[in-house]
Every structure is written in C-alpha cells, then in structure tokens.
C-alpha cells in the first residue's frame, strides 16, 4: 500500500508525491498526487458499452433481463412495471456495461455478462465518438469479454498493474457508467482480496467499498499509480444499489485469458484429472502434513493425467512445479493456467512422506457428483449400521472407491452422530490402519476401549474427512 502523506488530496493539478510503500517502509515510490490525477490517466481509454440482443418469445415483451449482475437500460423496471403482462413475442434485450481498450489496435476488455450472445454492440468513447464492436471472444467462468472495433485511429489505451501488490485499505478508483451515468469517476478502498462469491469456479474477487452500480461492470479498478489492478464485475444488494460492497476480478487473473481471447477467441484450461478438497486442520494433521496447507485428491479419474502420473486418492498435493499450492481452490487455478501438453512436477504428501510425480497436462473436462442412496445391513456399538461396500453401493454413492465400509444408518445422537458421521460416509480408516472390509473393520474396533477415541478417515462424496469416534 502506498501511504500518501498530508496534503497531496489536491482539487487539481498533476502534482507528484513522494510515499513509502507498506511492504518497505525505506523504499519512496511516485504516485499521483490526488484521484484527480489519476483519473484524467484513464479516463480516455474507458469506454461505455451498449449490447443488444434478440429473445425469441420466452417472455415478456419488457421482461426483466436476468443476469447475476443487474446491469440492464437504467428505464427497464419502469416500463416492466406497467408493460410487464405484455404478449409474448420475439423481443430485444438491452444491457448496459463498461470496458477499457488495452492496446491501440481498438481492443476493449469488459465482462461476458455485457455482451453475452448481442446481436449488436456500441462502444461510446469520452469525446462522444461512437463505433461497432465485434466479440472476439469471451469467457464465462471468470466473466471476461474481449471485443473489438476497428479504425484507422489509434485508441487511448490503459496500463495494468499487479494485483498480486495490493493491500488491504489501499486507495482505488472506479471508472464507469453507472445506470448509463458515462465516465463516472468513484474513489474507495481495497476492503479484501481472494473473495468467494459463488460466481464460478475461479472466484478470486478484489472486493471494494469503491461505489459500483449495474452499468460499472466491465471498466477499470485502478491504484493510484493510475494502472488497472481489476475489472469491476458484481455487487452484493439488496436493493440493486451500491451498499460499499463491490467485486472486481484482479487483472492478474484476466491478463491470461484476455492472452487466449485474443489469439484464439476461446480460453483452454489445463487438466489433472482429479477431485480435490481443502484440508481441514484434523485433516492436515491426520495427513501429517505441517503447515496445514495443500489440496487432498478425493478421486483419480481413470486414464487422466494424475492417473497416469501415478498420483492416489488420499495423496496430499502440496506444490506444483515448485509453486507451493495453498488450498484446493489454488490449485485449480494453477493447473488451469497451464498449458495443454506441457509436463509438470507434482509434489504430493503419501502417508506422511514427500513425492514428486511427473505429469502431461490435458484439456480440462468436466465431473458430476452422484447421490448417496444406501440401506441398513448390520449394525455396531457405535449407534450406527454399516455395510460392505458392493458394487451396486459404489455405483449407486458414484465412487471410485473399491473397499471400505459403508454408514447406511446412524442413530440421533449416538457415537457415530456425535462424531459427525453421517449416512453414505464411506469408512477407509480406523485408527490408520485401512479398512478394506467389514472383517477389517469388525477387527480393529474390538481393539478399542470403553471410553477410547479413535481417528477414522471418512469419504463423503467426493471428499475425505478425518473424525474422532469414542466407543
């Protein structure tokens, strides 16, 4: 972060200040010396972005155009309101949106939810000029849009940052046109990084108390070093206004699949092969695994590039070529951002010991879980019936695994409910020691004392789970 000493928050002027970054109070860095500044850097290369669509039938000649983000004609709830019960008919939907060129050629970032399937596209720019924008290509897992218009003209272009660098309660300008307002110019903080909102599988939002509204989505989240760090996407409202919280998707992220848009219109995502899941703080150290971090694989898919490789379910993956992986969701990101066909390292924790196994990435495919359906076969002391795992339990559970013993009932408020067992759990381990059958399970239970608890390693789902039973 940088710390802008007193009195640089001048009306005008572009006067530079000396500050200290965060990270290295005896470093000095240049900046801006007032959001002034900052926005007359960037405010050229934003652009407004209007899209247009036919919808054939399905509702409403006005209907509401529904999108995670809101960002539709600033009048639409207005007619919606009297017109709503209209006929049914073909109709055109309109959305609203931002974006920013990257480079002089006329190729404009913003998000796919602006521009998704529009039949035709206008980008306004600050002087009032107007152009045709053609998609080049988009991304709807990270909501990213490439467009582009084309001239003989070379176009205002932005600088981007690192948002790896930012820090939490550094300053941050949004650029837009909030409910069609063109070039409104916002100022905030970094609130948080590495938000979750449930958009995708690659959330990893800047959230901002910079004021965002439908019609932001798509322009710049900028520093005061006038570079953009995000690309302003979604709001948490209630009401549909800005409430302080605003999410913008860190450039570090866009920067790769922006890449791919533009050579090939598409993004292609690395492969591994495998159902992943974070560890639990019992888990990491069931696992021995020290500092708690890593992603522990649930499934290996057959014939896949872990599989392959050589890499088990219960394995822990704690680094890939090198780069330490923090949770499971990190990895996902890194894997997907290899490239297809290339050769990785992966370090992996195996029963408490280190291993690294080589691995060809593939082009990424897509999983489905399965429901748990099971009956009672036998019961135990533990206020639980279990059953061997058969072929038609592991097909009905949709598990790869082959052995182990199936929770098929558990009695409100026993042992095993108690310790969070649950109908469906699939028990692997008792005690460290591998339960391949009923047998194997039956004899090391009777091992255990009155009173005693014992460490189970449990599959639900798709995941692994490491619970304490007392007998």
């Known amino acids: 972060m940088v710390s802008i000493v007193a009195g640089t928050f001048l009306a005008a002027g572009f006067n530079i200040t000396q500050g200290t970054s965060a990270s290295n109070p005896s470093s000095t860095v240049m900046v801006p010396a007032s959001f002034t500044d900052v926005a007359k850097m960037v405010s050229a290369a934003v ?16 209907r509401h155009f529904q999108n995670p983000f809101g960002d539709k004609d600033p009048f639409h709830d ?35 939810h602006v521009i998704e399937d529009a039949d035709k596209i206008k980008v306004k720019l600050k002087n009032g000029k107007e152009y045709d924008a053609k998609i080049v290509g988009r991304d709807a897992k990270t909501e990213i849009a490439l467009i582009k ?31 069609g307002l063109e070039h409104t110019v916002t100022a905030g903080i970094v609130s948080a990084k590495g938000r979750v909102i449930g958009s995708g599988p690659y959330d990893d939002f800047i959230q901002t108390d910079a004021s965002i509204n439908p019609g932001n989505s798509g322009g710049p989240l900028i520093n005061m070093k006038g570079k953009v760090v995000g690309i302003n996407t979604a709001i948490f409202s209630r009401s549909g206004g800005n409430i302080g919280i605003g999410f913008a998707i860190p450039i570090n992220l866009a920067s790769g699949i ?20 974070d560890l639990t703080p019992e888990l990491g150290e069931y696992y021995g695994v020290k500092d708690g971090k890593g992603a522990l694989v ?9 599989d392959i490789a050589g890499i088990k379910p219960k394995d822990v993956i704690i680094e890939v070529d090198g780069d330490k992986v923090e949770d499971s969701r990190d990895l996902s990101q890194k894997i997907a951002e ?15 010991k280190e291993r690294t196994f080589q691995a060809n990435i593939t082009k990424r495919t897509e999983s489905k879980e399965g429901i748990a359906l099971k009956r009672p076969v036998e019961e135990t002391e533990f206020g639980m019936a279990v059953s061997a795992l058969t072929t038609e339990l592991a097909r009905r559970l949709n598990t790869s695994e082959t052995e182990g013993v199936v929770v098929v009932t558990v009695e409100e408020g026993g042992p095993a409910d108690q310790a ?24 090391q239970i009777k091992k255990v004392k009155k009173g005693e608890a014992i460490p189970l390693l449990v599959k639900r789902r798709n995941g692994f789970l490491a619970l304490n039973i007392t007998k």
Do not use: M
């Open 338 to 352: 290899i490239p297809v066909e290339e050769k990785i390292a992966i370090k992996v924790v195996r029963a408490g």
């Open 258 to 277: 922006i890449k791919q848009l533009k050579a090939s219109g598409t993004v292609t995502r690395g492969w591994l092969g495998v159902s992943i899941q």
């Open 78 to 112: 207005f007619f919606e309101r009297f017109f709503g019960d209209t006929p049914r008919r073909d109709h055109k939907q309109r959305s609203l949106g931002s974006g920013f060129f990257i480079n002089k050629d006329g190729y404009i970032v913003t998000n796919n």
């Open 47 to 62: 652009v407004n972005i209007r899209a247009e669509k036919t919808v054939k039938g399905g509702g409403p000649v006005l």
């Open 298 to 306: 649930g499934e290996v898919f057959k014939g896949d590039p872990a």
């Open 420 to 443: 969070d067992l649950q109908e469906g759990d699939i028990i692997l381990e008792i005690d460290h020691k591998p339960v391949r059958t009923l047998e194997d399970y039956h004899s």
């Open 149 to 179: 218009v084309d001239s003989r003209r070379d176009f205002p272009t932005v600088k981007l940052g690192d948002s790896d660098d930012l820090e939490i309660g550094e300053w941050v300008l949004a650029i837009g046109s909030p409910f």
